[in-house]
């Protein structure tokens, strides 16, 4: 056992005080390059609570901003939503709209003729707008994005060691997407193959921080980039429950309100980004991924217009209402139009056998619009990440309601005509 004298004691002390000192500068100067290399992310129309976070680092001597695919999506999604119920602004900057452009009068091809002219989202660090360079690249095996862009500003290095557990690290960000930064320290609680588990200790991840960096405090290296977080309510032995039903249109499903003490378990996650992993990067042009994103769009859009037709047409069938719902201005233009022609026809038949059978026709026609987007190559999505996004989001809601109306077809409604 190594037993050291007071003056030892004493040097030893002061060398470790001496190295906290340079540790925390070092983490200061850390920080102040990360939020110099960070960027927030918006779309082109809109200027606040919209957007996101990227940081700018190289990559084989080119300079990117790293980010999330998610990211883009939701830009894109969102310029999309207003094209899609609205049609296209009068002028640029301008949120009147053309309604002679609304998706009631418009096709598809109309609507992708309006995606092509959306442009990319404007990308700002903290000395103003950065100039994009090129296509898009997005990996295939996580939630990674790149963004080519032509800067001077110093970016971050991507680290080449893995995190390991208790790392301390910060992250930076753009809360609740007002294109303002903050910074947060926090430790690394776990490590993944492909993410890393957080806990922040002076702040919390809200929407809007996605795309952010994690920085480790000791190199000053990314180690990742902010994903997502997790809630969860864990409840204490005493609650009660709270029977409710939700119809969503097709089945009642009942459901389970808690009702009691507990605490929210809040658990914060980010893809890992390193030199030594291989992220399968694909490039892929803006306008391809908008196209995308419009596929996604319209086939979630059709399916809803198919649900609300079916019912729609189940009341004016039963007399409830024997004229056409006023059709709201985003509703899909060729279920509109099968729509108002059953309607026409309902009203000329005159015994239970033409009900039958036009009923019977209707359904099998709302079918065949949710099958004619698997089979047109205007819907072909060619995106990894957002064929994801449609084989767990879209295709099981259309296979749910393509039985249902597969099922209505052969069961003729109770006609109070």
Not at 34 to 39: P, Y
């Amino acid at each position: 056992m190594l037993i050291l004298n007071p003056k030892q004691k004493t040097l030893s002390s002061i060398l470790f005080l001496l190295s906290c000192t340079a540790f925390a500068e070092n983490v200061q100067n850390y920080k102040t390059l990360a939020e110099g290399a960070t960027v927030t992310i918006r779309s082109q129309l809109s200027e606040s609570g919209f957007g996101a976070t990227g940081f700018i680092t190289e990559l084989a001597g080119k300079k990117y901003v790293v980010t999330n695919i998610h990211v883009l999506h939701g830009e894109a999604s969102e310029q999309i939503d207003l094209l899609w119920s609205d049609g296209p602004p009068n002028a640029p900057g301008s949120f009147d709209r053309n309604a002679q452009h609304s998706r009631l009068k418009s096709s598809y091809q109309d609507f992708q003729a309006q995606l092509n002219k959306i442009s990319l989202p404007k990308v700002f660090s903290q000395t103003g707008e950065l100039r994009i360079a090129g296509s898009l690249l997005l990996s295939e095996k996580r939630d990674i994005a790149l963004i080519p862009v032509d800067t001077d500003i110093e970016g971050l290095q991507i680290s080449s060691e893995p995190p390991n557990r208790n790392d301390q690290v910060f992250v930076v960000g753009n809360p609740e997407a007002e294109h303002t930064l903050i910074l947060c320290d926090g430790v690394v609680k776990a490590t993944g193959s492909d993410r890393i588990e957080l806990d922040i200790i002076n702040g919390q991840l809200v929407g809007g921080m996605s795309g952010g960096p994690v920085v480790c405090s000791k190199s000053g290296k990314v180690f990742g980039a902010i994903a997502y977080k997790t809630q969860r309510l864990k409840m204490d032995d005493k609650f009660d429950f709270e029977q409710i039903e939700i119809d969503d249109g097709i089945e009642s499903i009942r459901a389970s309100v808690v009702r009691g003490r507990g605490e929210y378990i809040v658990r914060n996650f980010a893809f890992r980004i390193n030199d030594k992993l291989n992220m399968d990067l694909a490039p892929i042009s803006w306008r391809q991924f908008l196209l995308d994103c419009g596929a996604i769009k319209a086939m979630g859009e059709r399916s809803t217009n198919v649900l609300f037709a079916s019912k729609a047409y189940y009341r004016a069938f039963s007399g409830e209402n024997a004229a056409p719902y006023d059709l709201p201005p985003d509703f899909d233009n060729s279920v509109a139009m099968t729509y108002e022609s059953a309607v026409r026809s309902l009203l000329s038949k005159k015994n239970a056998e033409d009900f039958r059978k036009l009923w019977e026709s209707y359904q099998s026609k709302l079918e065949n619009l949710l099958n004619q987007d698997v089979a047109n190559q205007n819907y072909q999505i060619k995106t990894i990440y957002l064929k994801e996004i449609a084989k767990n989001d879209i295709w099981p809601y259309r296979q749910k309601l393509a039985s249902h109306i597969r099922t209505s077809a052969g069961v003729m409604p109770s006609a109070g005509r």
